[in-house]
């Protein structure tokens, strides 16, 4: 199994601000994603982080708000954008291998005041 | 589109109690995975299996048992003897393509 990090693992952050959240991989995998997780909810996918090429994003979700850049096989960043209350979440990183078992990174819990 | 329906919003049971967690899917894919996930309080997806649709073997794992009928559309998780560590969210989500998508996940709260 990929072993993922975040950064950071929680912040608290201001109304009309930007955090750049960091996923990092311990090897080279095919596939990364971001999920949201608002509170007391589920999971919804984001976007799909393509390596090379522009993220493709799920509907109800847009580059200008979430920015994604994913330089190489091992990194991906996502930018919450502008932020509001709205967007107190926890935001999960996920990557697949070639095995297409799917394993999360450890989330980072976002709180906007 | 796929979907996935975890009707048991919160499950609470004594400790030691068997428990059973239900999961029904709607997919029109023919080839597709089902897994299950758990998310203790400290906020982790951790994964717990992974299932072929074409393997409806019932499959055991220690204290953890799943049970996957097609006909049913079904992949239900089994607790035996449960413990006070057990205690979490778990999610029933499915894949088809790449895209996985989950239910809205049971809270499960075992007490001593």
């Known amino acids: 199994s990929a072993v993922i990090s975040q950064k950071p693992s929680r912040d608290i952050c201001q109304r009309g601000t930007s955090l750049t959240i960091q996923c990092q991989v311990d090897s080279q995998v095919t596939m990364m994603f971001w999920y949201r997780q608002q509170p007391g909810q589920s999971l919804t996918l984001i976007a799909t982080?393509?390596?090379?090429?522009?993220?493709?994003?799920e509907s109800g979700f847009v580059i200008d708000k979430f920015p994604i850049s994913r330089p190489n096989l091992t990194f991906s960043t996502l930018t919450v954008s502008n932020m509001s209350p709205e967007d107190s979440s926890i935001y999960l990183c996920s990557v697949t291998s070639g095995s297409s078992e799917q394993y999360f990174g450890p989330g980072t819990r976002l709180t906007v005041t | 589109a796929q979907k996935v329906t975890q009707a048991q919003t919160e499950i609470s049971v004594v400790e030691k109690e068997d428990v059973t967690l239900d999961c029904v899917y709607e997919?029109?894919?023919?080839?597709?995975?089902l897994f299950w996930y758990k998310q203790p309080p400290s906020g982790e997806l951790v994964f717990l299996i992974r299932r072929n649709s074409f393997d409806e073997q019932n499959e055991i794992s220690g204290r953890y048992s799943w049970n996957f009928q097609k006909s049913t559309s079904s992949f239900n998780f089994t607790i035996t003897a449960s413990q006070v560590v057990d205690s979490a969210v778990y999610f029933c989500?499915?894949?088809?393509?790449?895209?996985?998508?989950f239910g809205q996940g049971t809270r499960l709260t075992i007490n001593p």
């Open positions: 989500a499915i894949q088809g393509a790449q895209k996985l998508v």
């Open positions: 982080a393509n390596q090379g090429s522009e993220a493709t994003y």
């Open positions: 997919t029109r894919d023919t080839t597709y995975y």
